[in-house]
């Protein structure tokens, strides 16, 4: 299976900080990358698809990079909903993987 | 509207079974197919495993191939997941979500959880 490691596992940061989210891949997967926000209660939520691609209705200060082996989510002003779990997710071959997660906190 | 709807949550003791269900609605359920994620108590989410509700093809993630089952009723639209003998770990949430190939999931349902306690 293919391994994600996304990093960091946490940050801390302010409203109208610019985060940056990275996730690497065990090896290639082209473009086929996915990122999702995740809060306590609800479903996941998908944010944006093969790499680089806004899923419809999600602002646009998200915005998503990379390809083969490295990916990042960049939030580029943060707001006050934004503070949650984000993930990675290969949709290269199945199984499709998700990477562990990055808790983004209010400093 | 794109809709997946699953079942209310289960308290159920170590050994017992249980099903849940996943229904489908506003799109051609035999047409895609349906994942199902493990949320584990403060844990990340885990890809159990996919059915294509056309052809009844289902692929098991390595971790939980021969500890669930995924099938589906395409009648009714509506994919399940079950377990024959439950243990204490299998607690957790567990969503359903329409799978769009290489570009991940793009709807989920709302979770079910499971509680496994003696």
């Known amino acids: 299976d293919i391994q994600m490691t996304q990093s960091p596992s946490s940050v801390s940061a302010s409203v109208g900080d610019r985060v940056t989210i990275t996730c690497r891949a065990s090896q290639g997967i082209s473009g086929w990358l996915a990122w999702y926000q995740l809060k306590p209660g609800k479903a996941p939520k998908l944010l944006i698809y093969a790499a680089s691609n806004l899923q419809g209705g999600v602002p646009s200060r998200f915005s998503g990079s990379g390809s083969g082996t490295d990916f990042t989510l960049t939030i580029s002003s943060l707001q006050p909903e934004d503070f949650a779990t984000y993930y990675c997710l290969q949709a290269d071959t199945f199984p499709y993987t998700f990477g562990q997660g990055t808790i983004l906190e209010i400093k | 509207e794109v809709q997946l709807v699953q079942s209310g949550a289960e308290v159920k003791k170590p050994g017992e079974s249980v099903k849940i269900s996943c229904e489908g609605s506003?799109?051609?359920?035999?047409?895609?197919?349906i994942a199902w994620v493990r949320q584990m108590p403060g844990k990340g989410l885990e890809w159990m495993g996919i059915?294509?509700?056309?052809?009844?093809?289902?692929r098991y993630s390595p971790s939980f191939q021969g500890q669930v089952t995924i099938s589906v009723d395409k009648s009714i639209s509506t994919a399940y997941l079950q377990w024959s003998s439950l243990k204490a770990s299998d607690t957790a949430i567990y969503f359903c979500?329409?799978?769009?190939?290489?570009?991940?999931?793009?709807?989920w349902g709302q979770g079910t959880t499971v509680t496994v306690s003696s």
């Open positions: 979500a329409r799978v769009l190939v290489r570009h991940g999931l793009d709807v």
């Open positions: 506003g799109y051609t359920f035999t047409k895609y197919w």
């Open positions: 059915i294509y509700p056309g052809d009844f093809d289902t």
